[in-house]
């Protein structure tokens, strides 16, 4: 069954993009101390008239891309954690202030006859929620569908696995094509638990039931797994009625844009690896020809420079 499959197959995707995050963040931390330290020391060894002189160093560069690059990976981590740990918040406020019975079990009523939603909440004991005005709503079979989909949500943990994909969307918010693949692993676990109930009270009565809650426009709950899921319907509804849906191909734009984010970030990568192949306090004469224009003032400069650097090859 695929419920089955996405149980092996979820945890492992998850698992490699959050181990590949967690590698570059901790590759680029490694590596940016000591180059960062280094590339300072040579450019306060050097650069003793700022303005003039910084932008002559290929120190100076691989600094700004060091900076750039650890400032857009740990800016990004910061928003993504920030971002999702607050809607986190929000909604455990929102669903505790419920008038719920709540007997402990997997299942909590809510008695309220104007949400008419049903949700899975929780992360390491998920739960599901029904709402007396989605009961009232929907027929017996519809109910019973509503209820598989979201049993198939709390034993495949979904609510922790939404959440670490959000957190991984919104930390590369400036990657396009990361969010697009976490919304596909997102309406995988949609899919499939819409294959868990339709496989069990057939596909036409989960359409239904999925065609009904979403056109409810009462006060809903914010919960991470949800039956009527995020965005439109139309997809699941198709796949559920014809046995296939289109799939959703990144656009030029979101390939474009990612390849440029990825350039800029292997750049900032690059740049001061490159820079810390040669000894922090090397120095080469040549920069020292922009000084030569003619004046004296500056032909002193020009001599001093080239001093400079022939003491600091003698005396490293």
Request: glycine letters at 8%.
């Amino acid at each position: 069954m695929k419920l089955s499959g996405w149980r092996l197959t979820g945890p492992v995707c998850i698992g490699v993009i959050a181990l590949g995050f967690a590698a570059f963040a901790g590759g680029l931390l490694y590596m940016g101390a000591p180059v960062l330290i280094r590339l300072n020391q040579a450019l306060m060894h050097f650069c003793h008239g700022l303005f003039e002189r910084c932008s002559e160093y290929k120190g100076a560069v691989a600094l700004g891309a060091l900076w750039l690059g650890m400032a857009i990976v740990s800016g990004g981590l910061v928003y993504g954690l920030v971002r999702n740990l607050s809607a986190i918040i929000k909604a455990r406020r929102a669903i505790a202030g419920l008038p719920a019975v709540d007997n402990g079990g997997s299942i909590v009523l809510i008695k309220d006859p104007v949400i008419r939603s049903a949700f899975t909440w929780g992360f390491m004991r998920p739960r599901i929620f029904f709402s007396t005005g989605l009961i009232s709503s929907l027929t017996t079979e519809e109910l019973r569908a509503v209820c598989l989909h979201e049993t198939a949500h709390r034993r495949n943990a979904d609510p922790l696995r939404f959440f670490f994909l959000r957190v991984i969307e919104d930390s590369f918010f400036y990657i396009p094509l990361i969010g697009h693949a976490a919304a596909s692993l997102r309406s995988r676990s949609e899919f499939e638990a819409d294959d868990y109930a339709a496989h069990r009270v057939g596909g036409l009565v989960t359409a239904s039931a999925l065609v009904k809650v979403s056109a409810f426009n009462a006060r809903t709950v914010p919960a991470h797994a949800s039956f009527a899921g995020t965005g439109a319907p139309v997809s699941r509804i198709e796949r559920l009625l014809n046995g296939e849906t289109t799939r959703r191909r990144p656009s030029r734009r979101t390939l474009s844009l990612s390849l440029v984010m990825a350039a800029v970030l292997a750049f900032a990568v690059i740049m001061p690896l490159a820079a810390s192949g040669s000894p922090a306090n090397a120095c080469s004469t040549a920069h020292c020809s922009v000084h030569e224009h003619g004046h004296h003032h500056v032909d002193n400069r020009s001599a001093e420079c080239k001093t400079h650097c022939k003491r600091s090859s003698h005396n490293p």
